[in-house]
């Protein structure tokens, strides 16, 4: 079993930067792989970005310059600095992590969500 617990989402202007960050606990055999997924109203989950235990790092193209993810793994800790934020980056942030199979991500376990709003 793993816990995740993300912090850091809140209120910003557009064009403006915010740091979340997700510190993961439980069984650490299953912490290898972890991302960002974010759901908008309305809109269906997607994956925002991951980032594998090896280093492997994949966007989606409506992030990819303006967001950055990385992890300490000594801390067991993924973050996703976000930076030229857009009114339409509003949305619930999730941490996850998953498996890594084949070079596509696939979540397994979640946090609990973090809000990201941004104002135009």
């Known amino acids: 079993q793993v816990q995740l617990v993300e912090s850091g989402g809140g209120l910003v202007q557009a064009g403006g930067s915010l740091r979340l960050s997700c510190a993961a606990s439980g069984s650490i055999f299953s912490i290898n792989h972890m991302g960002w997924s974010r759901q908008a109203p309305g809109k269906q989950r997607e994956l925002v970005a991951f980032?594998?235990?090896?280093?492997?790092?994949n966007y989606t193209d409506t992030v990819k310059g303006r967001f950055t993810i990385s992890r300490d793994n000594a801390k067991n800790t993924v973050y996703l600095q976000m930076n030229s934020l857009k009114p339409e980056d509003t949305a619930v942030y999730y941490c996850?992590?998953?498996?890594?199979?084949?070079?596509?991500?696939?979540?397994?376990?979640w946090g609990q969500g973090t809000q990201v709003t941004v104002s135009s």
């Open positions: 996850n992590v998953g498996q890594y199979l084949r070079g596509s991500y696939y979540p397994g376990y």
């Open positions: 980032i594998t235990l090896g280093g492997t790092i």
